[in-house]
């Protein structure tokens, strides 16, 4: 920057003037931000290279963090299925939950040690069909929900019930309510899993395989890998942090405003997450943008300021003008290692009133409540994806109504919004469009915006996706001819495959499958369908060791049993065809296909007795089916 003694001698005009200004302070604050680029950078935890010790680590030198910290919401995140985990009810028939639209009810209850979810079906007063699965994790604080999660051979699923601890009730858990029950099918992935624990060991051969669990959030998803840390203390290099940072770890109040917020946002920004090319959800760390790891989308409704989801705390902080003017971060109110409830209320509002010191003047005529600030500026509200839930708005600002705590029908959807990157490109959007289409929202309003983007933007792997949820086959497969074969990922190699097979070219979509379960060879739905098109080719053999690999895989797959018995029957083995039929029915009364098979057999091996008392038990399932009432006639002669 010029001198001031040089300014004021120099004649120029005041335009000028202004002008080198601008220009000093534009290279002022970019070389700030160098500055502080470069600051971040410094800390040794940063590179993949840099191991993760585990919190028993840590706990040796901070044990009375750790005291604190683990009756957080961080802390208790995630846990086993034990009694002193949950905070569930187990009394006087509160704990069973009704799903009216599938007739299917839920009981969770305790046998001894262990925490059983029975679903069952009722005709009368009988029971006519009855599913035990036992959980093995629970996810979730309490503070609002208690989810949970079961395991088949490593496999993680999330179980169909969830306890909603503000009202003190068992109901769906949330996404299976209103039709979409998913029973025990909903696999639980990476995404899901890095927000609410630690850092697991995932197998890549499958999406929810995982060679290791850890329990709970701990020190190191805040304050980075600590493999450096513990060696320079073992080795007594202490650094004496009074006089600047201890560059082995990641000390978060040390951060930048930018980059403490990027590290909230990695778990309490939820929404789209659209990863960067070659970045996973594990690699954040402390430390960094999240910006450089994902970009993460938002849902607007047309007048929605007052929709939210359960985990945007971020989102709503920053349309506050407390934010944009003082550039507030979390941890500016959060005590990371104290639990909100265990935190005085003075010590958020004293928070309050170090910028509004002239409070009481400002609500003139009105009934002040010393200490209220949070009462009536971030009041309690209900989320459009979570049911039974009240949480502090983090929008602060004059809000109309006290309290919101019932959900509001949600208004018309306007687009996405990337909440955590201005400069997202178009190959990020239209990633973010597909994927909230395929899992929360098909409107068409995604499509469009989609296929637009795609139209400026030409990428064959999202063409593919976007023909392939269309539905548009041939396309699917006019696409993939511009790709080596070697380029398609697993996803597309599947997709591709699965457009072969609907187009019934069984043997162009082996090859395809093939290289899917090549790609991720413990991926169940990608050797189902292969097994099906070995059915269709005739190749019976492969298609039975095919489902057979898929039961060895996950024992609870309806699907594998189902073409497993179909495959006996077509072969004449028909004991065991019945038996696998009945498996299939046993795991999903609703899987008609297997009914319909089971009912064949019988039939065709002229036992139609047994057929009846086959089609007379889907009927108690499903009664007044009038193509099962059309068979039954047709048996009955």
Known sequence: MFPLCILDTMKVSKSLLIVIIIFANIIYWGCSGIIEEQQHQQYLNLHDSVKYVGKDKCIQCHSAVHETFQHTGMGQSFGKATKSKSSAHFHSNSNVVNDSILNLSYQADWKGSDLVFTEFRLSGKDTIHKRQERIDYIIGSGQHTNSHLFTVNNFLFQAPITFYTQKEIWDLAPGFENGFNSRFSRYIGKECMTCHNGLPEMSDEANNL????????????????????????????????????????????????????????????????VLQEGKDYDDFKP????????????????????????????????????????????????????????????????????????????????????????????????????????????????????????????????????????????????????????????????????????????????????????????????????YNETELNHQNAYRVGESYYQLAKYHLAITHLKKALQLKPKHTEYAIKLGAAYVNTSNLEEAAAIFRYVISLNPKEAVAFCNLGYIQMLKANYTSAEENLRRSISLDPDYRLAWENLINLFYQTNRKVQAINVINDFLLHHPMDEKMEYVKAQING
Do not use: W
């Open 287 to 482: 430390g960094m943008l999240l910006k450089d790891i994902m970009d993460v989308y938002l849902p607007q409704f047309s007048n929605g300021d007052d929709k939210m989801l359960m985990a945007s705390h971020v989102e709503r902080l920053k349309k506050s003008e407390c934010f944009n003017s003082k550039k507030l971060s979390c941890i500016t109110c959060h005590n990371p290692h104290l639990s909100v409830e265990e935190t005085s209320s003075s010590i958020f509002n004293q928070q309050c009133k170090s910028c509004h010191a002239n409070y009481k003047e400002a609500h003139k005529g009105e009934e002040v409540i010393e200490d209220g600030c949070i009462t009536c500026h971030m009041p309690k509200t209900g989320s459009i994806d979570i049911p039974h839930v009240a949480f502090t708005d983090h929008f602060i600002g004059i809000h109309k109504e006290e309290a919101k705590t019932s959900n509001k029908e949600v208004n018309e959807f306007e687009g996405l919004v990337c909440i955590n990157n201005k400069q997202a490109d178009d190959i990020s959007k239209i990633k973010a469009y597909l994927a909230y289409y395929q899992k929360y929202d098909q409107n068409t309003y995604s499509i469009d915006s989609a296929q637009s983007l795609l139209n400026k933007t030409k990428d064959p792997a999202l063409e593919i996706e976007l023909a392939y949820v269309l539905k548009k086959y041939q396309e699917v497969i006019s696409i993939s001819k511009k």
């Open 210 to 273: 995982y060679d290791q669990i850890p329990l709970g959030i701990d020190c190191e998803r805040c304050h980075g890998p600590g493999e450096i840390h513990v060696k320079d203390k073992i080795n007594e290099l202490i650094v004496d942090t009074s006089k600047g940072p201890d560059y082995s770890i990641v000390n978060p109040k040390r951060l930048s405003i930018d980059y403490q917020n990027s590290l909230c946002q990695r778990c309490h920004l939820q929404g789209i997450a």
